[in-house]
């Protein structure tokens, strides 16, 4: 039986015979074709389509009616949004136009002559032009690996990101020597460069040295008629200088252990003094509201910064702009132009008085203490950086270490030993007067390092000089951190 194959034609109603659509000429069997296929779509089109739904939508027109809308109705938080976010990339973009540099001068004078300030070089500056140029010091390098070091600075700075940064372990401090000798409360106290002595002053009007190592007294000097305030010593010269409340600042020679000068101006008691790391110049600070900064020579006053309204209790140097910061008891904190003799800036995050400051040794920033909180500060702008709170007392002291390791000092007697990173206390330390003293002489009035970082001297009010050393058989593991992110709440003012 053979199979059949059917025509299409054959199912199609009116379609001719085989016999005629082959004896058709070629033209009529396209128009037949065409027919068929118009009768194929008319029936397609009325039986297959449902004609309730709308025509579909091509893709652009669908885009440009909900890119209509979207203007529209959101036009406003769009625009709003996207010049927020060229705000951000901007700020984040922005670069500093110019490195911290080291002013490499001196100031001179001579007999009969007005002051001036010089280059390295030896050349005098125009006074008057670098002060429209807004700097008097000519700018030089810190090295030829400038860019390496600035990366490496910028990445030890904390972040203002909201997130609690893991603090760094420390050792534990602890008291290993009380030196006696002082018949009054210890004012002040610093070491000396080569790490071999340090000095202390305090209220029976007399400068001591002391031997680091043992804390035998070596030497008293006598001068002052009233309360010793303030002790320095110089990194360049063999000089020491002290202020006190009789209002003289004094220059005491190491070498003869005599006063070889007197810097007269202040009309009150001095609080602190400051020696400029790379400059032959003085700052101290008095009751009068000012900072007074004195050519160390020539015994002559450069300048007179005055915007405090109240006493000012600290003061610091440094080598790179701004060069001098003062911390004052009307609750702000002032950074100067040494060239222009100007204020740069006034941080008034403070609410209380502000009695003591501290400079970072490596990274470019600083702290500043007040009952309320202790605050780090970025420089040059001197940009918010954080809190450190906890230390709920009026602090006398700050001190900084290599190691990062910041230490404050309280009117009540209670020692906060800070990471700096992350801003976590990790020991506090209550002094204990001395048996012979009231309760209330354990205050803490000066505090510093000595230039190991490893040896911590503190001047208090029962007449005694405290050191501190960590703890060397201490581990991580036998003394871990108590950190507790989830129930710190970081401040921002």
């Not at 009007?205 to 303030?230: N, Q």
Request: hydrophobic share 35%; aromatic share 8%; net charge positive.
């Amino acid at each position: 039986m053979s199979a059949t194959v059917s025509d299409p034609y054959d199912q199609i109603p009116g379609a001719p015979a085989d016999d005629d659509v082959e004896d058709r000429p070629e033209a009529d069997k396209k128009a037949l074709l065409n027919q068929v296929f118009r009768s194929l779509k008319r029936a397609q089109d009325l039986f297959y389509h449902d004609y309730a739904q709308p025509p579909p939508m091509p893709e652009e027109n669908d885009n440009l009616i909900r890119s209509i809308k979207r203007t529209h109705e959101y036009g406003n938080v769009i625009k709003k949004v996207e010049e927020a976010k060229k705000a951000r990339e901007n700020e984040m973009l922005a670069l500093p136009t110019s490195a911290p540099s080291l002013g490499a001068g001196s100031v001179i004078a001579a007999a009969g002559t007005t002051l001036a300030i010089t280059d390295g070089t030896g050349k005098l500056v125009n006074q008057q032009t670098a002060a429209q140029k807004g700097k008097l010091l000519p700018l030089v390098p810190l090295g030829g690996n400038s860019k390496a070091e600035d990366n490496t600075t910028r990445s030890l700075l904390p972040s203002k990101a909201p997130m609690m940064m893991k603090p760094k372990w420390h050792a534990p401090w602890e008291l290993y020597r009380v030196i006696s000798g002082h018949t009054g409360w210890v004012r002040a106290v610093d070491v000396e460069p080569q790490n071999q002595w340090f000095a202390t002053g305090g209220a029976d009007r007399i400068i001591k040295i002391w031997d680091l190592a043992s804390g035998s007294l070596k030497l008293s000097l006598t001068g002052h008629i009233s309360s010793v305030r303030a002790v320095k010593i110089s990194p360049r010269h063999p000089f020491l200088f002290s202020g006190g409340e009789d209002k003289q600042v004094k220059c005491w020679d190491l070498e003869y252990n005599k006063v070889i000068r007197h810097y007269h101006g202040h009309l009150s008691a001095i609080q602190a003094l400051s020696v400029h790391p790379s400059l032959d110049v003085l700052v101290t600070c008095a009751r009068d509201s000012t900072a007074r900064v004195w050519d160390m020579r020539t015994k002559a006053q450069v300048h007179c910064f005055a915007g405090h309204t109240n006493t000012v209790a600290d003061v610091v140097c440094q080598s790179v702009d701004p060069q001098v910061i003062t911390a004052s008891h009307d609750a702000t904190v002032r950074m100067w132009d040494l060239a222009t003799g100007r204020s740069m800036c006034t941080l008034t995050h403070h609410k209380k008085s502000v009695r003591a400051l501290t400079i970072h040794p490596r990274l470019n920033m600083f702290a500043s203490a007040s009952p309320d909180n202790i605050k780090q500060w970025k420089l040059p702008k001197g940009e918010f950086m954080q809190n450190l709170s906890g230390h709920n007392a009026i602090i006398n002291t700050l001190s900084t270490n290599d190691d990062g390791v910041v230490v404050s000092g309280a009117d009540n007697g209670s020692l906060c030993f800070w990471d700096w990173r992350s801003g976590f206390c990790f020991q506090k330390i209550q002094t204990k007067p001395q048996p012979g003293s009231i309760e209330s002489e354990a205050g803490i009035y000066a505090s510093c390092f000595d230039k190991t970082g490893l040896r911590f001297i503190t001047a208090e009010a029962d007449k005694t000089v405290k050191m501190y050393k960590p703890d060397d058989s201490a581990t991580e593991e036998s003394h871990p951190i108590v950190w507790r992110p989830e129930i710190v709440k970081k401040k921002t003012y």
